[in-house]
């Protein structure tokens, strides 16, 4: 199996696994309030949204290299870091609104040369 493949499919069973873990422990102590288990779904689509986003940018040649920090809150997601060129910041803006589950994109990016 290819090593991004897998990269990918570990990163997402491990934000899955980390994040139902708050919803759990509500239930095991009584505290099974629907708002506990919103927040939970909530945390877990937006832990998932921000991986398949790093996921994408990582397989993309281009923007590989840069360090992007991605940021996902209600699906939407805000990309924060330096690119070389305003061009590479926005086809790094691109490839995370083509991603599933995004509901809009954000920049934080700026742009240093070198």
Avoid: C
Wanted: glycine content about 8%; overall charge positive; aromatic content about 2%.
């Amino acid at each position: 199996m290819n090593k991004t493949i897998l990269a990918k499919h570990l990163l997402a069973a491990s934000v899955v696994f980390a994040a139902a873990i708050p919803a759990v422990q509500a239930a095991e102590t009584g505290n099974t309030a629907p708002e506990t288990a919103h927040k939970a779904a909530a945390y877990i689509d937006d832990s998932v949204i921000t991986a398949k986003v790093k996921a994408a940018l990582v397989e993309d040649k281009q923007v590989a290299a840069m360090k992007i920090k991605v940021v996902t809150r209600g699906g939407v997601v805000t990309l924060k870091g330096s690119v070389p060129s305003a061009e590479l910041g926005q086809h790094a803006l691109q490839i995370a609104a083509g991603v599933e589950g995004v509901r809009d994109v954000k920049s934080d990016l700026t742009v240093k040369a070198g």
